[in-house]
Every structure is written in C-alpha cells, then in structure tokens.
C-alpha cells in the first residue's frame, strides 16, 4: 500500500530491475500528470529491453503520448475491443468499442520481445464487482506472456484489484503490486 512516486519505495524497488510494467492509471484530464510521473518512473526501474504498457482513455491520448515521450520511447499502440455494453461519450457523440493500450520501452532501447505481438486483443466482459474500474485478465495475460518469460518481473504501480498479479502469477512471473487506495488494497492483498 503506497503511491509509486514516494521516494521510500526505491529501496524496494531498485532501479533497472523490473522487465515489464503493466498497468491501467486513472484516466481524464485531471490525471495527465500521473501518466508522465508514471514514464518517469518506469525509465529508472524498468531493465534494458524492458516495457511499459499502459491503458489510457482516448479523450486525452493526445496529451498522455506527449507527456510520456518525454521520459520514453513509443513503441506501438495495441487495441482492445471491448466486451459487454459499450459506454457513449456524449461530449463527442461516440460509442466507445475499443481502449487503446500504449506500449513504451526505455529511451534508446529496443523492448525484449520474445514473439510476434497481436496489436489486437477481443477482451471479454467484467463483473466489475470488486472495483468500477476492474479490467479483463484477457489484456494482461496477452501482454505479459509475449513480453516476459518465467520467474521476470511484472509491476503495477496501479494494482487496482489485483488483474495484472493474477496474470503475471498465473504464468509464472514475479510481481509486485503498489495501490494508493488503502481500501481496495486490503480486498486484494495477494500473497
């Protein structure tokens, strides 16, 4: 339980020594700058090789690439189609049937990519009983079965309800979760 830009966690989590970050941030204009703190990190813990994928709105994408390309390199953008009802974006009077994944590796690297990647993933519907905000396991496993092999490390620095930990646990990664939200943190606290 902690907010992954306290400067304490360093001493647990060294730098360049994480594989992959996989992770859902809040989205909206308000939390813009979470995603550049989040860049910031993961271009001091992830390895050589290593990658950070992300989820983000579309409404803000714009904003989200620029703040990020400052502390990281674009790899590519993967696309999930959503399962179960889809939501209307009023302001924009669209029908939202895909979230955008963005896949960034450190400055002057190339990602450890261990086979081919879909950039195209048909998620499935979530119960969404542990949290409003709960993603499918589809996206993660996907992700962390191409980017890492056996016994790497995953971080979330977003846990959220834990979908990322289960994946990367389920295929035989390491993990390390961090969760702001003390409340959600203490529903899912794997050990």
């Known amino acids: 339980h902690a907010d992954f830009r306290d400067p304490e966690l360093n001493e647990y989590i060294i730098d360049n020594s994480i594989n992959l970050i996989f992770t859902d941030p809040p989205y909206g204009q308000e939390a813009v700058p979470l995603y550049e703190d989040l860049a910031e990190f993961a271009s001091r813990k992830l390895k050589d090789g290593g990658s950070l994928v992300t989820y983000t709105g579309q409404l803000t994408l714009d904003k989200v690439m620029q703040v990020m390309t400052k502390h990281l390199n674009y790899w590519w953008m993967l696309s999930i189609k959503l399962g179960g009802a889809h939501q209307a974006l009023h302001p924009r009077k669209v029908f939202v049937e895909w979230k955008p994944l963005l896949w960034f590796v450190k ?85």
Do not use: C
């Open 107 to 191: 400055k002057g690297e190339k990602p450890d990519i261990l086979e081919y990647l879909s950039d195209h993933i048909d998620s499935k519907p979530v119960d969404k009983t542990m949290h409003e905000w709960e993603q499918s396991i589809v996206e993660a496993n996907h992700v962390i079965e191409r980017l890492t092999i056996k016994n790497q490390i995953v971080l979330d620095p977003f846990m959220g309800t834990g979908t990322t930990g289960r994946a990367a646990l389920n295929l035989g990664r390491k993990f390390i979760g961090i969760e702001i939200n003390k409340e959600t943190f203490d529903k899912i606290r794997i050990d």
